[in-house]
């Protein structure tokens, strides 16, 4: 398999659930990212993780709580969210996360629901 | 600060007609520009990039951008759109020491009639 695969493909969720995101990259990328798309909106930066290491947290609620234990796995794990967090969460991966020039490849998202 | 501003919303051209997807950046300092195409439950697939050198860059599916400093812009053009063609279309700048960090714009959709 390659690329970049993001589980599940669709969620939905109550919320007082907990439930996590799944993002695993088989480039041999050494910088993972978390994109929200939400409808009429441009694409937002969540976070950065550059050699498993945050090096970025673009003043994201702490409902949402990103772990990367390794270069190729990234999650991100959701508890108490509200219906406005409904929207497509992209996974991203590159060659490094101080590399511009290294492009961004996106997995198909997870397309999550908060009811 | 980055910022990229997509004009158009939506376009709809013919099949066979030729387009041209505007992208207006704002940026200090020569920037990285991208274009990425997402079809209907899909990621985001890189088209082409610039970084340097020359201004008009090829991609992938038919797709060149030109990159005009004097004007702050990085269009998208495809001489013969194809039905396969119809998505949405997102411009993204980013710098060269902020790696994936890219500022996108809103997006345009695409719309192929035949």
């Keep these: ?11 939905v969720m109550g919320m007082t659930n907990k439930k ?18 939400s409808a009429k909106k441009p694409l ?20 949402f709580s990103p772990e990367c234990p390794n270069s190729s796995h990234l999650f991100l794990h959701l508890h108490t969210l509200q219906p406005e967090d409904s929207a497509l969460y992209l996974c991203a991966s590159s060659l490094g996360s101080d590399r511009g020039s290294s492009p961004l490849h996106f997995g198909n998202g997870t397309r999550l629901t908060v009811t | 600060a980055q910022s990229v501003t997509q004009p158009d919303i939506h376009i709809t051209v013919s099949e066979g007609a030729s387009l041209e997807l505007r992208c207006n950046y704002s940026y200090g300092a020569t ?44 269009n998208l053009r495809k001489p013969s759109v194809h ?11 980013g710098a060269h020491n902020q790696g994936g960090k890219l500022i996108f714009g809103q997006g345009t959709e695409l719309s192929v009639k035949p």
């Design chain 1, 1 to 11: 398999e390659t690329g970049v695969t993001q589980t599940p493909r669709h969620l």
């Design chain 1, 20 to 37: 996590s995101l799944k993002c695993e990259q088989h480039l041999g990328h050494n910088a993972m990212y978390w994109y929200k798309q």
């Design chain 1, 44 to 63: 937002e930066l969540m976070f950065v993780y550059s050699l498993e290491e945050r090096v970025e947290n673009n003043s994201v609620p702490s409902r």
């Design chain 2, 31 to 74: 920037p990285y520009l991208f274009w990425y195409v997402q079809s209907p439950g899909q990621g985001l697939q890189l088209l082409l990039k610039y970084f340097s050198g020359d201004t008009l860059v090829q991609g992938i599916k038919g797709f060149e951008a030109e990159f005009k400093r004097s004007q702050s812009s990085f």
């Design chain 2, 83 to 93: 039905w396969s063609d119809a998505a949405e279309y997102f411009c993204a700048v």
